[in-house]
């Protein structure tokens, strides 16, 4: 198998025939959220076919094309465009009920038929102002990393901060973020300063 991507709890490999495996790294059970998946794909939302789920792998279709934030980095996505790809996964998660709670433009894949968001482990329940508060609160963190994303992820907060309510729920986004055992020292200590520049960007 050829590895993809190596994220911060998992890897994705190349199965080959348009497939992929997403395999975490620890102990795991993907089956709610390849069941929300099937769910949101079946009632047209656009998310990757599942084919198997067991145990910590996921078997689902290869969306081919870039990530948002490539696109954006190779000039094929401007940033007004990008935050409005955003804002309209966003509205269109609203009607379906769920929240994905780790929507940004690395978890967006530009497919040949449009947008197809990705990685729905976070996946639950609640008030939609929350997951637009913790996508705002994710872009603020890269903002203040010091990162050479970190202008780029500024840009993009203050283009899709003001279109939506990222401030209601965003003391719980912050208090979801803090939970986060993937959360480095450095993005913890700069969670209350990032929640600040959501209310500046708003």
Excluded: C
């Excluded at 993809?4 to 790294?25: E, I, M, Q, T």
């Excluded at 994905?100 to 609640?126: E, F, Q, R, S």
């Amino acid at each position: 198998m050829r590895l993809l991507a190596h994220g911060r709890d998992a890897d994705v490999f190349d199965l080959g025939d348009g497939r992929v495996l997403r395999r975490f790294r620890h102990d795991g059970d993907v089956a709610a959220e390849a069941a929300v998946m099937v769910r949101l794909r079946e009632s047209g939302f656009p998310v990757p076919e599942v084919f198997e789920a067991a145990g910590a792998d996921l078997i689902m279709e290869r969306v081919p094309g870039p990530t948002l934030l490539a696109a954006i980095r190779n000039g094929d996505k401007g940033i007004a465009e990008a935050a409005a790809v955003m804002r309209d996964l966003h509205e269109r998660l609203r009607k379906h009920h769920v929240l994905h709670l780790d929507l940004h433009p690395d978890n967006v894949l530009m497919g040949p038929d449009g947008p197809v968001l990705i990685d729905w482990t976070n996946a639950a329940d609640g008030p939609p102002e929350l997951d637009a508060a913790v996508s705002a609160l994710i872009l603020a963190q890269e903002a203040l990393s010091g990162s050479g994303r970190a202008v780029l992820a500024d840009e993009l907060l203050k283009a899709f901060a003001p279109h939506l309510d990222v401030t209601t729920e965003l003391d719980r986004a912050v208090q979801y973020r803090r939970a986060n055992p993937t959360m480095s020292a450095r993005e913890l200590a700069d969670l209350d300063r990032a929640a600040d520049l959501v209310r500046a960007a708003r």
